[in-house]
């Protein structure tokens, strides 16, 4: 395998956002590390899978690995899924830390098992891979990490006036590591290490998340505009381009990043940075109860 590239690690990749930020960074000329808990379809109840993921970017000439991990699982080795990239395409250069555990319950029914899932797949897990790529982030010189959020994790604008159950862990644990995302890059400027957040503006629908949203067309965005700000924010000067917490549509507008298709090549009609209107921006803070489906 040709060492040189840039080479990326992306967790929750066998579908939905984690796979496009994958498919976006290879077709960068990035070397990919994807992973996930399904390795082939058929292994899990929703649609997407590793191989899928790692097929995709090696039809259209990308290299990748898959890794199957669960990252849920206070027991698995955060760092042998790093040493295994290192040995497969070497240190890992750029993070991006997706996978997450949507619980959307009442607080009667967040039970340990649930607490102990969200905290350790939303922020443990998260803090660990950054321990384990860190070494070769230093040694190279350089390193990007972005961290996925959710905009329900920050704190509502309006006053409570649903009485609906909603995203409790999830929100908290997202908000706690969009805490740490502004910490981490505070103390990893010195190494030239960017350390973001990124979040989708409204919602994209992915296989995952039509179990708990309904969302309506004009709150919905394509996973081709969180690729697109995910590959700008690893791929930006890590001393100027660091401690940023965004939502991603807000953020193209903000620098006029154009947005393509996940193979690089073609713009996505629509959702260039003059198209997007700013009622869309606008969303960001809101929480609607007709978004979700409290069970």
């Not at 930020?21 to 390795?39: D, S, Y």
């Not at 997202?174 to 960017?194: S, Y």
């Not at 700000?229 to 903000?254: I, M, N, Q, W, Y």
Request: overall charge negative; proline content about 5%.
């Amino acid at each position: 395998m040709t060492r040189g590239a840039r080479v990326a690690l992306i967790t929750g990749a066998s579908r939905g956002i984690g796979a496009g930020i994958a498919q976006r960074f290879a077709a960068e000329g990035m070397h990919v590390a994807v992973t996930a808990r399904t390795l082939n379809e058929g292994d899990s109840s929703i649609e997407g899978s590793l191989s899928a993921t790692v097929d995709a970017i090696r039809s259209g000439g990308g290299t990748a690995i898959a890794i199957v991990a669960d990252l849920a699982d206070p027991e698995q080795a955060r760092s042998e899924i790093v040493a295994e990239v290192e040995r497969e395409l070497g240190p890992v250069q750029v993070l991006v830390n997706n996978a997450a555990a949507y619980f959307f319950h009442p607080i009667e029914e967040i039970n340990a098992k649930r607490f102990g899932i969200a905290v350790e797949l939303n922020l443990h897990a998260p803090l660990q891979l950054v321990q384990a790529a860190l070494p070769g982030m230093r040694e190279g010189g350089a390193g990007w990490i972005l961290n996925i959020s959710s905009a329900t994790g920050e704190l509502p604008r309006r006053h409570p006036k649903h009485g609906s159950s909603g995203p409790l862990l999830y929100a908290a644990t997202k908000a706690a590591l969009e805490r740490a995302t502004a910490a981490l890059a505070e103390e990893l400027l010195p190494a030239n290490i960017a350390v973001n957040s990124l979040a989708p503006q409204a919602g994209v629908v992915t296989a995952a998340t039509r179990q708990y949203y309904a969302l309506p067309e004009e709150a919905i965005e394509p996973v081709e505009t969180m690729a697109d700000a995910a590959f700008a924010l690893c791929s930006g000067d890590p001393k100027k381009l660091t401690g940023r917490v965004v939502r991603s549509l807000g953020f193209l507008v903000e620098r006029g990043e154009p947005v393509h298709a996940l193979d690089g090549h073609s713009l996505l009609d629509g959702w260039q940075p003059d198209q997007i209107p700013a009622s869309r921006i606008d969303r960001t803070g809101e929480f609607d109860e007709k978004s979700v489906r409290a069970d």
